[in-house]
């Protein structure tokens, strides 16, 4: 064993000494000496021991990134019991109802473009802390709204911060987590969104009750929003940076300390030390990426993964599960329910089913994989949605079609909804991770914003049944590309991703 790592090591430094150029040229000699002294001192390291506290710091970590899903989480769960007193305070009309739903959706997919960009400038922590920043201002701004215009613009500013959040938490965790609880730390950021979605739904049945003015109800409603970023940032200060991002910019010695307080053994920190250093290396030829690298790119592989993120973004959510939450209010009113407070209670268990999803989600994924959840979510998710779609075309009583929305709820949380982001975060490569995974969630988040935007008008033209039974039709479709292009990524280096993604599309193996 101790000759197998020895020889390891030698053939390392003497690529590593190959480059010597390149990283003196763009790291400086500290970061070139910096390497250097890692790669002699892996023998010296070999009593490294990890400490309880350091074993718990990437759960920390995982944790309070992805409280910034709850930003968008809450928004999009109270905003379903806001708007019934919005329309009628404001004096709104459909189109404008459709709009101040929406317009944060379509304005976090712009927002996430920006993140991408910012994240890999100057780091994943500052990017999180920039979004609840501009998520606070949104949600201010909103709250204290006397008309529409006003109104408008605090969604749109609230939606960049939203997409800022959505974009930079699943690529910090991606970047800070060991393989074997990787993909089950990655989910914490949807099973955030639906945490958020709850607490949403929560409050804005909590702000029904209590609350006995309707002007004062949606105003708290959207006003208790600011109190979750507050909570990030504090937390942000004793977060450690992406050990991913400070190599890729040449703080080996920086890097190298993160990976010895996440990593489980010295012998991980090593070969994730190398790893990532061979892929920061291998890129040396190439010039900044830019966003048509990711759009429209040389390599073939790179293509692969642009084809397999992007149509996970699409696939999540063009099978309407953004409409059934904004909307569930909505759909209950049509199956029936008339009281204000029964509809969001519904909507409360609707939010209930969509969280347990989630869990049993996170439960599985790194241990029977992210494809057989894919499939599994895809199928009983066309399941559901035709049923509900039958359910409203023959008036079913309101308690079955209520159980029909919980089921597609469920249905879609156990798989689609919490490994999109997952798998997007895990198939692109470290040089242009950033700006492809801010991509995939602009034309998801461009999509669900559309949607969104859309429902109301949809539903008018082809009746709230049809609208479902369409959505089936889609989602059908969907369970052929889960199936035949999405890879397994389950317990696998980032690295060791691009390679098998390589083969998945037969390709040559990649040269980063």
């Known amino acids: 064993m101790g000759n197998s790592k020895s020889t390891t090591q030698e053939v390392d430094f003497v690529m590593m000494e190959g480059k010597n150029e390149y990283l003196a040229l763009n790291y400086g000699t500290e970061g ?275 084809f397999v993120g992007l149509g996970l973004g699409f696939w999540q959510q063009a099978t309407g599960s953004e409409a059934a939450v904004y909307y569930s209010p909505t759909v209950l009113a049509d199956a029936g329910i008339t009281s204000r407070g029964a509809l969001l209670l519904g909507t409360c268990l609707v939010g209930c089913f969509k969280l347990g999803g989630e869990l049993i989600a996170m439960s599985l994924l790194d241990s029977i994989g992210r494809k057989p959840l894919f499939i599994t979510s895809a199928v009983l998710s066309t399941i559901s949605l035709a049923l509900l779609g039958l359910a409203l075309l023959l008036q079913w009583p309101a308690m079955p079609t209520l159980a029909t929305l919980c089921m597609f709820m469920a249905s879609f949380s156990i798989g689609i909804g919490p490994l999109t982001f997952v798998v997007a975060a895990e198939v692109f490569p470290l040089h242009i991770r950033g700006q492809a995974v801010s991509i995939v969630v602009f034309v998801n988040r461009f999509l669900s914003g559309a949607i969104a935007l859309s429902y109301l008008s949809i539903a008018e033209a082809l009746t709230p049944a049809g609208s479902f039974f369409a959505f089936a039709i889609i989602s059908a479709i969907s369970i052929f590309f889960y199936a035949l292009c999405v890879p397994e990524t389950k317990g696998k280096t980032l690295e060791q991703i691009a390679h098998d993604l390589a083969s998945e599309f037969k390709l040559p193996d990649p040269d980063w």
Request: charged share 20%; aromatic share 6%.
């Open 32 to 306: 070139q000496e910096s390497l250097h002294q890692t790669l002699r001192n892996d023998d010296e390291d070999e009593d490294f021991e990890v400490t309880p506290s350091q074993k718990t710091l990437v759960y920390v970590c995982a944790i309070c990134s992805s409280l910034t899903s709850v930003l968008l989480g809450y928004d999009v769960g109270v905003m379903s019991g806001a708007i019934l007193y919005i329309g009628e305070d404001l004096n709104m009309t459909t189109v404008q109802k459709e709009m101040v739903v929406g317009s944060l959706n379509v304005i976090a997919a712009f927002g996430g473009l920006i993140a991408g960009k910012v994240s890999d400038k100057l780091g994943r922590r500052p990017a999180i802390a920039l979004s609840c920043i501009i998520f606070m201002s949104g949600a201010l701004m909103s709250s204290l709204a006397n008309t529409f215009n006003i109104l408008l613009i605090g969604r749109i500013i609230t939606g960049v911060g939203c997409g800022c959040g959505f974009v930079v938490s699943p690529v910090y965790i991606t970047e800070i987590t060991p393989p074997a609880i990787r993909g089950r730390l990655v989910s914490l950021t949807d099973i955030c969104i639906n945490l958020g979605i709850l607490l949403g739904y929560m409050t804005s049945f909590a702000c029904e009750s209590l609350i006995p003015n309707d002007d004062l109800k949606w105003r708290a409603m959207l006003g208790l929003g600011i109190m979750p970023p507050v909570l990030i940032l504090i937390c942000l200060i004793g977060l450690p940076e992406s050990p991913r991002w400070l190599i890729g910019k040449g703080k080996i010695k920086e890097g190298k300390e993160v990976l010895e307080k996440v990593l489980s053994t010295q012998e991980e920190v090593d070969e994730t030390l190398k790893m990532i250093q061979k892929a920061v290396n291998d890129r040396e030829h190439l010039s900044e990426p830019g966003w048509m690298e990711v759009l429209w790119p040389s390599d073939n592989v790179i293509k692969a993964a642009a």
